[in-house]
């Protein structure tokens, strides 16, 4: 089915300057951007996107590096987009990434992992929701 799934660039791979490459492989993977802005977070920002791991030891490192740089999120749209994506970032450790993946080839460390992606279609739903309203995704009819 086509789906749609939430992706961030994280600061790291901005600072490294691959937001181009990463796209490139959204596109040829037949990954349609929908939506895209870049921004720099505020803490609460971060800490209410990822809530679910509050109280996981990595939370406040994670939140720290989330908001050390500019990010870039987009809406992706695609057959199978979720797990497609999942697919081409790689495991979270890019240690465990499979060569060729986006993590495998820009990350440097499982806190440092260069993108996010949405795990599930219901996840997607409301990490978009979290960052996008509605007029701001875009209908790719052409
Ligand atoms: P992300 O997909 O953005 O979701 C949560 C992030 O926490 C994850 O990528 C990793 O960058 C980071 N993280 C750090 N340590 C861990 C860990 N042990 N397990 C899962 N995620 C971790």
Redo the contacts with the bound molecule.
Sequence with gaps: AIERTFS?I?PDAVAKNVIGEIYSRFEKNDLKIVAAKMLHLTKEQAEGF?AE?SE?G?FN??VA?MISGPVIMQVLEGENAVLKHRDIMGA??PKEAAAGTIRADFASS????A???S?AVETAQREIAYFFSDNEICARTR
Excluded: C
Excluded at 110 to 113: A, V
């Design positions: 961030i994280k990822y791991h996981r990595f490192d994670l590096f979270t450790n499982i806190d440092e992992n993108v996010h992606g795990d």
